[in-house]
């Protein structure tokens, strides 16, 4: 069944877009598709940094189409008064190899042997660079984990703790949905949602090195793991 999105010029429909990508990468599956891209042209301008995760997802989408395209079909989305993007509408990289082009003509009265300008170059990099991290985003499984963070006594500012939770960012690492928990005495435990990318995101070392740690610390007594699933 296809995602609906509706009135994203509205700040309504940003926050329905924003809510929808709380824990998600892309629009539908786990890659960048033809279904980013409707929505992403649906959007008349970048989207305020008020809707955090719209902006990740827009600001990522942004960087695949300068540097490398996106080809991936899919599952269907459809955003009112948009139509879906199509097989020849799909963005692909403005970059241009300069010596591939001469190689297909040898007719054309082009140096072959010239030198690459310092923007093909870096150009060049990008793409190798972006082809690699896709393929290890494709190689790399997901999990949902759930958190117990708890708090030094029933006077810690629990609004302040989990900002201070939410401030740890780090690359697929995406905080999710999260509700305070009454453990007893008049102190409130946190639980908290959380998605990683398993080859980029240990959570012993999430928990140790920053929720465990200063200046999180401030706030955080401790943290426990109450469930972990492969997504």
């Not at 305020?48 to 600001?59: A, D, G, K, M, Q």
């Not at 939410?166 to 005495?185: D, H, N, T």
């Amino acid at each position: 069944m296809a995602v609906a999105f509706y009135d994203l010029g509205s700040a309504s429909g940003l926050k329905k877009l924003d809510e929808y990508l709380l824990t998600r990468s892309y629009i539908t599956g786990y890659q960048a598709s033809k279904d980013d891209i409707t929505v992403h042209a649906a959007l008349q301008k970048p989207p305020s940094s008020e809707f955090v995760n719209v902006s990740r997802w827009y600001n990522h989408i942004e960087a695949l189409l300068r540097i490398s395209g996106v080809s991936a079909e899919g599952c269907g989305v459809t955003v009112e008064g948009f139509a879906p993007i199509t097989g020849e509408a799909v963005a692909t990289p403005p970059a241009r190899d300069t010596k591939a082009a001469a190689a297909d003509d040898d007719d054309d009265d082009v140096d072959l042997f010239g030198e690459e300008t310092e923007e093909e170059k870096k150009a060049t990099e990008e793409r190798a660079a972006a082809v690699k991290a896709s393929a290890k985003k494709k190689e790399s499984g997901k999990s949902s984990v759930l958190l117990d963070v708890k708090p030094w006594d029933d006077e810690t500012d629990m609004k302040k703790l989990e900002e201070a939770v939410r401030s740890v960012q780090m690359e697929g690492l995406f905080w999710g949905a999260s509700k305070l928990v009454p453990v007893g005495y008049g102190i409130k435990k946190l639980q908290i949602m959380l998605t990683i990318v398993d080859d980029l995101v240990s959570v012993d070392t999430l928990i140790e090195d920053h929720l465990t740690a200063e200046p999180v610390n401030e706030y955080v007594q401790s943290c426990d793991i109450v469930a972990f699933n492969k997504i």
